[in-house]
């Protein structure tokens, strides 16, 4: 069975320091991975994601996240965070395998990134 | 462009009363879902439904049922609120896999039992 794990529930940063939000999951297939944001208030809303290709992929607002199979991590990263990356982080997995009917996300339990001025 | 559209966006019920969260999407999406959120326990999946005219459970269907009433819609429905299923709700759909593997989440509605 598929799992993901958030090793941290909370990452307190000073604005415009660099940030890591860290990922782990176990699968014993070859996955899709996936970061969602929250932000207060709001639905999730996709960051960025991993289907195949390049490991690095990056969002439009600057963060990235590199695919290690070997370490079966997807760390999300940004060098400079802003205030308005206030919001919580969700990374997920899905398996490249099954049928549509039986598609889903495994979901980590959140990071909340804490921007300290 | 509105996507996922659920409501109530917030809602208090006492214990024992019945509501349905209303969901729907334009995007002809085939796939839709119903999530809850608790604080420290990222999502977990109440019901899916793969197609018009299918659902299946999730993780954590007990107390709740769902409707997919066309390929638009699905709701989900509350028969006896209890306390433990105060929560925030998220509808979400996704299209097929051959057309993208990104999941679209609505707004959320917030709901206390008490």
């Known amino acids: 069975a598929q799992s993901v794990t958030q090793l941290d529930s909370q990452v307190p940063v000073f604005e415009e320091a660099p940030v890591e939000l860290r990922c782990n999951y176990s699968?014993?297939?070859?996955?899709?991975l996936f970061w969602y944001v929250q932000y207060p208030n709001q639905g999730l809303q996709l960051l960025l994601k991993?289907?195949?290709?390049s490991t690095l992929v990056e969002s439009i607002n600057g963060f990235e996240a590199e695919f290690n199979k070997s370490q079966t991590s997807f760390h999300l990263r940004k060098p400079s965070v802003h205030i308005s990356d206030t919001a919580e982080y969700f990374c997920?997995?899905?398996?490249?395998?099954?049928?549509?009917?039986?598609?889903?996300?495994?979901w980590g339990a959140g990071t909340k990134l804490i921007i300290k001025p | 462009n509105a996507g996922v559209t659920q409501t109530p966006k917030f809602q208090v019920l006492k214990t024992g009363q019945s509501m349905t969260l209303q969901c729907a999407q334009d995007?002809?999406?085939?796939?839709m879902y119903w999530y809850r959120q608790d604080p420290g326990m990222g999502l977990r999946l109440i019901y899916y439904?793969?197609?018009?005219?299918?659902?299946d459970k999730g993780e954590v269907p007990n107390g709740y049922n769902v409707s997919r009433l066309n390929k638009r819609e699905f709701s989900l429905r509350l028969e006896s609120a209890a306390p433990s299923q105060t929560s925030v709700y998220f509808c979400?759909?996704?299209?097929?896999?051959?057309?993208?593997?990104?999941?679209?989440f609505g707004e959320g509605s917030w709901l206390t039992v008490v």
């Open positions: 439904s793969a197609s018009e005219g299918t659902t």
């Open positions: 979400a759909s996704r299209p097929d896999r051959r057309s993208g593997n990104t999941i679209y």
């Open positions: 991993y289907l195949s290709g």
């Open positions: 699968s014993s297939v070859s996955v899709y």
């Open positions: 995007m002809n999406h085939n796939s």
């Open positions: 997920a997995v899905s398996d490249l395998e099954g049928m549509d009917s039986n598609y889903q996300l495994i």
